[in-house]
C-alpha cells in the first residue's frame, strides 16, 4: 500500500461483499418463488424480495465503486486522502441507513414503511429500484456528497491523470442523476421519462466511466503498459460511451406515452450501445498482451479480462437482442429483459468491482497477492459464478422466448399466469443455476480466509 | 502510439507526407464513432422512405434547397480555407494560420445563419418532429448536423487562440490538423445530408 489512507477502502469492500451475499439469497428466494408462487409468504412476499435483491445489488455496487474510488484515488493524485475520518464516518451512515432500510422492507408492510418516513412530505417512493425511503434517499445524497467531496479535493491537492478525471466524472455523474429520484410528477408518462434518468444514465452512462476508469487502474498495474496507452483506449472508450449512451435513454421511451422519434432516436443510438464494451474487451486483451511484466495477482488479472468479456455479453449482445423498436414492441417487459439485466450487471458491475477487491484486498492485508492455494481458489469461484451466470441467463432467455412467442406472438395469444406455468421449467433450471452461483459466492469468501499468511509476497 | 513521428530530420517531402496519419489517432476514432451514427442514421432514412417513397418525395418538396446549396457552398469553402491554414502551418506562415482558421469559422456562421432562417421558416409553420416521420428525419439529422457546426466551431475557436499564440508551425501541426480533420468530417457528413434529404428523389 503506497498511502496510508488508502485502508479506508477495507471495511467498503467487506460491507460491499456481505451485501453481496444478501442479494444472493433473495436472489434465491425470489427465484423459488416463481415457481412456487407461496414459498415463504406471507412473511416474505414475492415485491419485497424482489425489492430487497434489486436494492442490496445498488447498495453493494455503491460500496464497491466508494471503496474502489477510495482505495484508487489517493496512488493516482500521489497524495493522502484529503480526509480518511470523514470516509469512515461515511461509511458507518451508510451502512447502518442500509441496513435500517433492508430492515424497514422486511419488518413492516410498504405502505406502513411510506407513511412512517414521511413519503407524504415529498412522494418519492413506489418506484422500481428507487424504493428507498425518503430518509435513506436523503442519507445517500449525503453521503455522495461528503464521499465526492473528499476525493475531489484529494484529486485537486495532487496530480490529476486522466483515470482519476474520468473517475470524478464518473461518479459526479452519478450523483448528479440520483438527485432524479426526487422528482415524482404524477403524470405517469413523465414520471417514467425521469425516471430512466437516473435508471438509465447511471448504468449505461456515468457507471461505464467509473468501470472504464477502474479497469484502467488495474491494467496499468498489473500490465506494466504505458500510461499513455491506456489513456488513449481510455478516451476512445468514454467518447464511444456518451455518443451512444446518452440518447440512447430513447431505447426505453417506446410505446409508454412518449412521442414517436423516440423509436428511432432510441433504436439509432442505443444500437451503438454495444461498441463501447467491445472497446473494452479489446482493451483488456489487448493490454494484457503487451504485459511488460507478469503480476503475481493472476486472480484479478482474470477478473479483470472478465469484466471485459461478460460485460460486452451481458450489456453489449443481450441488451441489443431487444433494444430495436420492432423488436422490442414484442419483448417489453419480459423475461428478456430480465435475462439481459443479470448478465449486464453481473458482467458489467459485480465483475468490475470484484476485479477492484481483488486487486486491492491483498494489498490492503500487505501482500501484494495472495498465495496461489488463496487465488486458485478465487479463480474457481470466478468461474463457478461466470457460469452460472451465463446459465441464468440463457434459462432466462429460453423462458423469454417462449413468453413472448405463447403470450404475445402466436395466433392464439395465452394470458400471462398460463404462460409463466409453462415455462416453470426454465424457471426451475434457472434456479439451480443460481444455487452454483451461492456455491460460487461461498467459494469466493472462503479465499479470504485461506493461506494468506504462508508466503508474504510483498 | 501516435506521439507522432516529430523527429525534426525528416524532410517534409510529399512521400513522407502521405504515409503519416495527420493529427492525433484520437480524432480519428472520435471521427469513426461520429460517422458511424450518421451512418446508422442515414441507412435508417433510407430504410423509412423505402417503405413510402411519395410520401418522403411530396414533403422534400417543401424543404429550400436554394438555401441548402448556400450552406453547401459555405461549408466546403470553410474547409478549404481550414486546408489553407495547415498549409501556412506546414510553410511556417504564421499570420495566415489565424487568418485562414478565422475565415473558415466566419463559414461555419454564415451555415448557422442560413440553417436558423431555414428552420425558423419551417418551425413558423407549425411542422414539428411528431409531423410525419419525413420531416422527423429532417430535423432530426439536420439537427445533430447542427450542433456538429456548433462543436467544430469550439474547436477552431480553440484553434484560433492557439495559433495566435504561436502554437503551430511546421513541426508543430498536430493539434491543428487534429481539429482540422474534425471540421472536415462536419463539411463530409453535409455533403452526404443535403442531397439525401434535399435532393435525391
Not at chain 1, 501482500?367 to 441467463?393: C, D, P
Not at chain 2, 495547415?86 to 466566419?106: C, E, F, K, T, Y
Not at chain 2, 422527423?136 to 499564440?165: A, C, D, E, K, P
Amino acid at each position: 500500500m503506497q498511502f496510508k489512507s488508502q485502508a479506508v477502502a477495507k471495511p467498503y469492500f467487506i460491507a460491499a461483499i456481505g451485501l453481496f451475499v444478501g442479494q444472493i439469497l433473495f436472489g434465491l428466494i425470489l427465484g423459488l418463488q416463481y415457481v412456487l408462487g407461496d414459498f415463504l409468504f406471507p412473511a416474505i412476499p414475492f415485491n419485497v424480495a424482489r425489492m430487497v435483491h434489486t436494492n442490496l445489488l445498488i447498495v453493494w455496487l455503491l460500496f464497491g465503486f466508494m471503496g474502489g474510488a477510495y482505495y484508487m484515488i489517493p496512488e493516482e493524485a500521489e497524495t493522502e486522502l484529503f480526509s480518511p475520518k470523514l470516509a469512515l464516518l461515511m461509511f458507518w451512515i451508510f451502512l447502518v441507513a442500509g441496513a435500517l432500510t433492508i430492515v424497514g422492507y422486511l419488518a413492516v408492510p410498504y405502505a406502513t414503511l411510506a407513511e412512517l418516513t414521511g413519503n407524504n412530505i415529498l412522494e418519492t417512493m413506489g418506484r422500481e429500484f428507487l424504493e428507498q425511503p425518503l430518509p435513506t434517499k436523503l442519507g445517500i445524497v449525503v453521503v455522495a456528497l461528503v464521499f465526492l467531496f473528499n476525493i475531489t479535493m484529494t484529486v485537486l491537492k495532487g496530480k490529476k491523470t486522466a483515470i482519476s478525471i474520468v473517475l470524478l466524472l464518473g461518479l459526479w455523474g452519478l450523483a448528479v442523476f440520483f438527485l432524479f429520484s426526487f422528482y415524482n410528477p404524477t403524470n405517469v408518462v413523465l414520471d417514467k421519462f425521469f425516471w430512466w434518468w437516473t435508471v438509465h444514465l447511471w448504468v449505461e452512462g456515468v457507471w461505464e466511466l467509473i468501470l472504464g476508469s477502474f479497469l484502467a487502474f488495474v491494467l496499468i498495474k498489473t500490465t506494466g503498459v504505458d500510461r499513455e496507452v491506456i489513456e488513449k483506449w481510455l478516451y476512445v472508450i468514454v467518447t464511444l460511451t456518451l455518443i451512444s449512451g446518452i440518447i440512447g435513454t430513447g431505447h426505453h421511451y417506446f410505446w409508454i406515452g412518449t412521442p414517436e422519434y423516440w423509436q428511432w432516436w432510441g433504436s439509432i443510438f442505443s444500437a451503438l450501445e454495444p461498441i463501447p464494451f467491445f472497446g473494452m474487451t479489446v482493451f483488456a486483451f489487448n493490454m494484457v498482451n503487451r504485459r511488460r511484466r507478469e503480476h503475481p495477482n493472476k486472480a484479478a488479472v482474470l477478473w479483470a479480462l472478465g469484466t471485459g468479456v461478460m460485460a460486452f455479453l451481458g450489456a453489449g449482445v443481450w441488451g441489443f437482442l431487444h433494444t430495436l423498436a420492432p423488436v422490442n414492441y414484442y419483448t417489453h417487459g419480459t423475461q428478456i429483459t430480465a435475462a439481459h439485466g443479470h448478465m449486464a450487471f453481473y458482467g458489467a458491475y459485480a465483475m468490475v468491482n470484484l476485479m477492484m477487491i481483488s486487486y486491492a484486498m491483498p494489498i490492503l492485508r500487505g501482500r501484494a497477492a495472495n498465495s496461489n492455494k488463496s487465488q486458485v481458489l478465487e479463480m474457481w469461484s470466478f468461474w463457478l459464478m461466470t457460469v452460472a451466470i451465463v446459465f441464468i441467463t440463457l434459462f432466462l432467455t429460453a423462458a423469454g422466448i417462449l413468453q413472448v412467442w405463447l403470450q404475445r406472438v402466436s395466433d392464439a395469444p395465452l394470458p400471462f399466469m398460463v404462460a409463466q406455468e409453462k415455462i416453470a421449467l426454465f424457471y426451475w433450471m434457472r434456479e439451480w443455476a443460481g444455487v452454483v452461483f451461492l456455491i460460487g459466492l461461498i467459494v469466493y469468501i472462503t479465499s479470504f480466509f485461506v493461506g494468506g499468511s504462508e508466503k508474504e509476497a510483498a | 502510439m501516435t506521439t507522432m513521428m516529430n523527429s525534426p530530420s525528416t524532410p517534409p517531402t510529399e512521400a513522407v507526407a502521405s504515409r503519416r496519419l495527420p493529427g492525433d489517432l484520437a480524432i480519428w476514432f472520435f471521427i469513426l464513432a461520429e460517422m458511424l451514427v450518421f451512418a446508422v442514421f442515414f441507412a435508417t432514412y433510407a430504410f423509412a422512405r423505402a417503405k413510402n417513397v411519395e410520401m418522403f418525395n411530396l414533403y422534400q418538396q417543401t424543404l429550400d434547397r436554394n438555401l441548402g446549396a448556400l450552406n453547401t457552398f459555405l461549408l466546403i469553402t470553410g474547409s478549404w480555407f481550414v486546408v489553407l491554414a495547415v498549409q501556412a502551418a506546414h510553410h511556417d506562415n504564421r499570420p495566415a494560420i489565424s487568418r485562414n482558421i478565422l475565415l473558415g469559422w466566419l463559414c461555419g456562421g454564415g451555415f448557422l445563419v442560413v440553417k436558423v432562417i431555414e428552420y425558423s421558416a419551417k418551425f413558423g409553420a407549425g411542422i414539428s418532429m411528431s409531423t410525419n416521420t419525413f420531416y422527423m428525419f429532417y430535423i432530426s439529422l439536420t439537427f445533430f448536423h447542427f450542433m456538429h457546426v456548433i462543436l467544430g466551431m469550439v474547436i477552431l475557436t480553440v484553434l484560433w487562440l492557439q495559433s495566435r499564440n504561436g502554437a503551430y508551425g511546421s513541426h508543430n501541426a498536430h493539434g491543428l490538423e487534429s481539429g482540422a480533420a474534425y471540421w472536415h468530417m462536419v463539411d463530409l457528413l453535409w455533403i452526404v445530408l443535403f442531397p439525401l434529404v434535399y435532393v435525391m428523389r
